[in-house]
Structure formats: C-alpha cells, structure tokens
C-alpha cells in the first residue's frame, strides 16, 4: 500500500523538478549603448555576432579581428571588453582577447577601465596579474 504512494509522490517531486529546474543562459543581447555614431552601431553588432557564435575559437578569432581595429571607437572597445569577459568560458581567451584590445594603437582609457573594473571575472590570479602587467606596460594613454 505504501508503494504506491510513494512511488506517486516521487514521480510528482521530479516533474516538479523537472519542470522547475530549467535554467536558460539566454538574457537576449545586451543593451546597446547609448551616445555612438551609426558606425558604432554597426561595431556593436558585430560584437554582438561574433560574441553569439557557439564555438570558442570562432569567437575568439572574430573577436580579435574586431579588436585588433586601428579605428575603433571608445563605445565599441568598452562594448568588446564587457563581451568578452561575458562570452569565454577560459581565463586564457579572456586575457588573448584583452591583450591585442590593449596593443591595439586607439586603446582608450574608458576602454582601460572597463578592463580593470572586469579583472574579477578571471578566475586564476596569474591572468590578473598578466592583465595587469600589460596594462602597465602600455603606460598612460592619451585621450
């Protein structure tokens, strides 16, 4: 008698389960930023395509590309630095992604500061201090 009871409570504890379990990582595309030029739009999106694909090496080599820009605006670095921490699963293409932004010659501060307030979201203390190190190496910017 009491199998049967049990088994029905079990079956409804894991349709509960099941049903109220599931997690999306979906939060649809992050808000655009405000303020840019058409040009900065066009960018943004771009960012936002190549930071979609569903492979990590896709993404990063689109996102390098985007990076590596001689005239990429300020909004757009930003845009590719928040990506970027929001888009790889591995400290080591976060920090390969970051590197070329911050070799690149229109590397801006805003740019700067948005790498240093996303520091937290690298797991191992060794990239932070290679992040950190780069940026000191770059020396002041000029805006």
């Given at each position: ?23 999306s990582?979906?939060d ?36 390098k ?5 001689p ?26 992604l970051?590197?070329v932004?911050?070799k ?13 307030n ?12 290679a ?13």
């Amino acid at each position: 008698m009491k199998t049967p009871l049990f088994f029905g409570i079990s079956l409804l504890g894991l349709l509960v389960c099941l049903g109220g379990c599931s997690v999306s990582n979906d939060d649809g595309p992050p808000p655009p930023i405000v303020g840019g030029s058409p040009a900065d739009s066009v960018t943004i999106s771009e960012i936002n395509a190549a930071a979609a694909l569903q492979f990590e090496n896709t993404r990063m080599e689109a996102m390098k590309a985007i990076a590596a820009r001689p005239t990429l605006s300020q909004a757009a670095q930003v845009h590719l630095v928040r990506r970027s921490y929001e888009s790889f699963n591995f400290d080591n293409n976060k920090v390969a992604l970051l590197e070329v932004l911050v070799k690149n010659t229109a590397f801006c501060n805003t740019a700067k500061e948005a790498v240093l307030n996303g520091l937290g979201s690298l797991t191992f203390e060794p990239n932070k201090a290679a992040i950190l190190a780069l940026l000191n190496k770059r020396g002041d910017l000029k805006e």
